[in-house]
């Protein structure tokens, strides 16, 4: 039997790639450290916080001496927190149901690294020229001082040195003045928090941006400061307009009309959600100027979807909650390869959608994910199995199971919800990912009974999980995902395979270099 280094280097970097221990692995020996380093230094993620200050100092250090071989591999920044009085809450312990603070240096301890941060980080950022996405986290101060205020204009300035940067992405907490235009080359933006003018002068200065996310707080009534798609794309010139492939917002007014639609005309996968609007039934409720607003930059999802089928766009990944204008969409289109549906509820357009809707879909799909609002026909179960197993080109499966399915007790894995799904999902010959998730029972109320039936939901769904065999790699899914975590097949002392808990969702933050 050939040992691991007789493999091909490609071969020996795969396996890396599927195991948690990749530092670990890295240090075998030389051949291996070189094949993994350049990935495994790909990215770098710099937190500076109360907890781990000098760890965040060292790093630093070494990224402004060149000191470390990440200057030449690292290929995504993610500046997280920059602050060293700033504790973060999941490095907290808990005492009798009390936080408790650990790992906590003194004030002159702090004091000294906030001098040291000053001093390196310019120095340590400017080394990381071969970065081509940066994720950035842009809070106010002091409140919650996740980044004290000069380090705004470091990394402002460190974004502008990029000669390869394509990607940004970032997240801002409160409205803050943040200089980005001198940032040129960008082909995707993802934005979180509150909008700010910046964000419409870096679309207005980014003319090959093909791939635009963006996510506002703002996810109820409409507001005089709710952002607006026109708002965003207002400083476009008219004459290049953008040729977006991917377009997603949540929190926004979103109106396709003759101002948005020509950037709009080549767009792949729209994904629309938290659409904000003042629907026909409440305009009485909302003052002129509101109202005017409303019908000058908002339109409801269903309307959004209407005008995507008028104006012929070959969408292939659709997002949007659901309602007829939607369905009227999904069934006069074909082509779809990536379908996720939210806050799906109703037992009429549960059957349009399994009887008419998906059929269309059936022979392209790719993903498909239903997150069901309630427990219900939107589920999974035996009214709906037949047409997903037409879905023969599936690789990913997202849905919800009923708790009144779920019986731990049952003798046979045969008569489990669970095993019905895996077993189903067998018999696609591309599938690999399934994620399982719960809906509410009707009517059911939020606290603490609420919770408590999640906790049981979920523990039903780890030993349906854990419990089923025989598992046949060749055709089970790889990965299967509930809200404990992530279930992979691993083989057990007895020879055999059983998916096995391997990593937890919140898991906390990735390993800095």
Known sequence: MPDLLSLANELI?????????????????????????????????????????GQSINQLEALAARSTRAVDCVHTVDIRNLAPDYYPIECAIYENGQSVVSNNPPNTRVDWAHEKMRELLPTALS???RARTVIGHIDSYPVPFRNVPWTRAVISD???????????????????KFDLSRISNLTKLVVHGYPTTSIAEIIGNNPGLTHLELESPNYSEIEDNTPTLHELLGKVPHSHPLQLQHLR????????????????????????????????????YYGGKLIEKSDRYASSPGKIWKAVGREGLAIEAVETIVDDNVLDYLTSTSGIKK????????????????????????STLVSLSISATFEG???FGSHNIGILLTCTRLVELSIAVSSAELDKNKASFLDDIVGEIINMTAQLPDFYQLTLLCARQCHQSSGGASTMRYKNIAQELHNSITSFSPIN????????????????????????????????????VPTCF
């Open 13 to 53: 970097i795969k396996i890396s790639n599927e195991l948690d221990t990749r530092k670990a692995f890295r240090t075998t020996c030389r051949r291996i450290d070189l094949l993994i380093s350049p990935q495994l230094l790909s990215h770098i993620v710099i937190d500076i916080n109360r907890a781990r200050i």
């Open 127 to 129: 080394t990381l020229t």
């Open 158 to 176: 460190f974004l502008a040195s990029l000669p390869a940067l394509h990607t940004l992405h970032l997240t801002f907490s409160g409205i803050i």
């Open 249 to 284: 917002t949540s929190g926004y007014c979103i109106r396709l009309d003759h101002e948005t639609l020509p950037h709009l005309r080549l767009l792949k996968s729209l994904e629309v959600d938290f659409v904000v609007h003042i629907p026909d039934n409440e305009r009485e």
């Open 339 to 362: 379908l996720v549906l939210s806050e799906v509820d109703g037992i009429a357009l549960s059957h349009r959608f399994f009887d008419y809707v998906l059929p269309r879909h059936c």
């Open 377 to 379: 026909p939107w589920c």
């Open 473 to 508: 790699p060749t055709i089970h899914p790889q990965l299967i995902i509930t809200k404990q975590g992530k279930f992979r097949p691993q083989r057990c002392s007895d020879g055999g395979l059983k998916y096995v808990l391997c990593r937890r969702l919140l898991s906390g």
